[in-house]
């Protein structure tokens, strides 16, 4: 059981670092506080895992493997197209951000600052979450990697499958919480300038990603 459990762990984390527009696609929201990074990398995880669960249903009830390529595909395009506004925003933001400090002191007289991201980004945080849970289902139901590291699980025990693919959500979950994590920490203090140059980076990064996912998926699902 437990080379069950560490296998899907492994798996979900390979699933996640080995995608580049999972990744590229979370880069914009995590350039925020750490606390509401965190919360957008939960709000991820909890979208893909639910699309992961769904395609692992549609697997077992479709006996013919070619619909569920062109469902696949659909949502892949799907994710090309959020990928694109993604990029869009993000540059759109990266004119409009900005970071202010305040100095804080304690009675023993230390002092330190601590840097805050305006509000303008960061006020319509609920709608954003719902918005990163959707695209984490799109995500999940995206692409023929999912099958690939699920599928070999139906062929287990029910209990060690069930294990498999509860290790294999928690493990992709993790990684991406960690990866928003750390990159906000990474930028918590950097220079506004150099917070603008990467929020335009990462939405050019978005947008190219995007412009490749429309157009394979568009080409595998009319082959």
Not at 11 to 33: E, K, N, Q, R
């Amino acid at each position: 059981m437990e080379y069950v459990i560490s296998t899907g762990l492994i798996a979900g984390v390979i699933h996640v670092v080995g995608g580049a527009d999972h990744l590229i696609a979370m880069t914009p929201s995590s350039i925020t506080s750490p606390k509401i990074a965190l919360k957008n990398g939960i709000s991820w995880g909890l979208g893909h895992s639910s699309g992961v669960i769904l395609l692992s249903i549609l697997a077992i009830f479709f006996k013919d493997l070619a619909h569920l390529n062109k469902f696949s595909y659909l949502a892949e395009f799907l994710v090309g197209i959020s990928l694109l506004i993604i990029g869009v925003i993000a540059i759109k933001n990266s004119f409009k951000f900005n970071i202010h400090s305040h100095l804080h002191e304690h009675n023993n007289g230390i002092s330190h600052k601590h840097f805050h991201y305006h509000k303008n980004i960061d006020k319509r945080h609920n709608k954003h979450s719902h918005a990163l849970t959707g695209l984490g289902v799109l995500h999940g139901l995206a692409g023929g990697s999912h099958l690939l590291a699920v599928i070999p699980a139906l062929a287990l025990p029910y209990q060690e499958a069930l294990s498999y693919l509860i290790a294999y959500l928690i493990g992709s979950s993790i990684i991406m919480i960690l990866f928003t994590y750390l990159i906000s920490l990474s930028t918590m203090k950097a220079s506004q300038n150099f917070i603008k140059k990467l929020f335009a980076f990462a939405g050019g990064l978005s947008l190219a990603m995007g412009i490749f996912w429309v157009q394979k998926s568009t080409f595998l699902f009319i082959t």
